[in-house]
C-alpha cells in the first residue's frame, strides 16, 4: 500500500481531513503533483493573456510541471473568477486577478463568490499606466492647461474613455472628482473608437491604458499630457505623472496578479510567491513585459491582498459618486 500512496493521493487525503499545520507543510512538499492552470479573463492575445503566458512558462521550469492558460474571457471577468473561487484549494488553479477585479466588486449587484473571503492572493505581476491624452494640435499641451479650461469653462470639456464601468471610464470619472471638474464623460465602444473621436476633435482629450496608444503617441497622432502612475513610463520618460502635473490626488495604476483559491495551504502560496517572484527577476521577462508597456512589480501574498482589498474600496467610491449602473 505504501508504494501506491502516490504525492497526488496524499494530497488528497489531507484536504479530506482538514490541514492541520504538519499536514499543511507536507502537502507543500508535495506540491505540485499535477499540471496547473491559469484561468485569465480576458481573451487570448491580449496584455493580459501575454503576461500570464511570459510568466506561466517561467513557473512551469521551476516547478517541474506544465503551467496552462485557459482563455475565460466575459462578463467582467465574472465567469474565469467564479472558476478558480469553486476550484479544488490546492493550488493548481489560479486566477490572473487585476483592478478589473476590484471593480467587479462594486460594479456588479451580485456576484457568485466573495471578492475578498473567496481568494488568496499570490502575487502581484506587473503595473500598467493609464494615460491623459489630447490630439497633436490640441491647445492644452499640459495638464494643468486642461483643467484651467475645464474650471473657467463648467460643462464643456468632453472627457473620452472606453466602456462604461472599466477601469479607463471609472479613471475618467476620477479625474473629474479628484480636480472638481464639470465636465462630461464619453465612453465609446473600445479604443480604436476612442482614438478616432480625438483625432476627429468628438472630444478634448482621453483617459486610456498607454500601451494600446502609445503607437498614436509616438507617431505623433495624439500628445501625452500626464501617466496616472507613481513614476513615469519608461516608454515616455520626458511625459510627467499626475502628481507632477499638480494632480496628486488623481492616480489611477492598472495592475495584475495571481490568486489561487481561499483556504489553499499557505505553504502552497509561499511556494507560488517564490517562483513569480524568480521569474519576474529574469531580465529576458522583465524585457517581455517591457515590451507589452508593463512594469514586472511582484509583492508579497499579504501586500496583493491588502491592494486588492484597497482598490475594491477606492472604484467603489468612484462607482457611487459618479452614479454608474449597477450591472
Known amino acids: 500500500m505504501t508504494r501506491l ?17 504538519w499536514a499543511s507543510t507536507a502537502l507543500a512538499q508535495a506540491f505540485p503533483s499535477k499540471p ?8 487570448a492575445g491580449g496584455a493580459g493573456d501575454l503576461t500570464a503566458r511570459i510568466v506561466a512558462a517561467e513557473m512551469a521550469q521551476a516547478l517541474g510541471q506544465p503551467v496552462n492558460i485557459e482563455n475565460r474571457p466575459g462578463a467582467g471577468g465574472v465567469v474565469a ?3 478558480v473561487a469553486k476550484a ?15 471593480v467587479s466588486a462594486s460594479l456588479f449587484k451580485s456576484l457568485p463568490y466573495d471578492t475578498l473571503r473567496d481568494f488568496a492572493p499570490v502575487s502581484t505581476i506587473g503595473t500598467f499606466d493609464l494615460a491623459v491624452v489630447v490630439p497633436a494640435d490640441s491647445p492644452f499641451k499640459t495638464l494643468g492647461e486642461l483643467v484651467a479650461h475645464a474650471r473657467a469653462n463648467p460643462g464643456k470639456l468632453n472627457i473620452g474613455s472606453i466602456n462604461v464601468g472599466s477601469t479607463q471610464n471609472l479613471a475618467a470619472e476620477l479625474l473629474k472628482s479628484s480636480a472638481d471638474l464639470n465636465a462630461q464623460v464619453v465612453p465609446f465602444n473600445g479604443t480604436p473608437a476612442l482614438v478616432g473621436a480625438l483625432r476627429g476633435k468628438q472630444v478634448d482629450a482621453g483617459v486610456e491604458i498607454l500601451g494600446p496608444v502609445l503607437g498614436q503617441v509616438k507617431g505623433g497622432a ?7 502612475g507613481k513614476r513615469r513610463s ?8 499626475t502628481a507632477e502635473a499638480g494632480l496628486s490626488a488623481f492616480q489611477a495604476s492598472s495592475w495584475n496578479g495571481l490568486a ?61 459618486k459618479a452614479g454608474v449602473a449597477k450591472q
Open 5 to 21: 500512496f502516490t504525492r497526488r493521493t496524499l494530497g488528497a487525503a489531507l484536504l479530506a481531513v482538514g490541514l492541520t499545520p
Open 222 to 228: 495624439l500628445r501625452a499630457l500626464a501617466v496616472t
Open 234 to 241: 519608461t516608454a515616455l520618460p520626458d511625459v510627467p505623472t
Open 88 to 102: 479544488e484549494p490546492d493550488g493548481h488553479t489560479l486566477f490572473l486577478m487585476s483592478n478589473g477585479t476590484a
Open 81 to 83: 473568477a467564479d472558476t
Open 36 to 43: 496547473l492552470r491559469i484561468v485569465v479573463p480576458f481573451a
Open 260 to 320: 489561487a483559491p481561499a483556504k489553499t495551504p499557505r505553504p502552497v502560496i509561499d511556494r507560488l510567491n517564490k517562483e513569480v517572484a524568480a521569474a519576474l527577476a529574469k531580465p529576458d521577462v522583465r524585457k517581455k513585459l517591457a515590451d507589452l508597456n508593463i512594469d514586472a512589480d511582484p509583492s508579497t501574498p499579504d501586500e496583493a491582498a491588502q491592494l486588492l482589498a484597497a482598490d475594491i474600496k477606492r472604484w467603489g467610491a468612484v462607482i457611487d
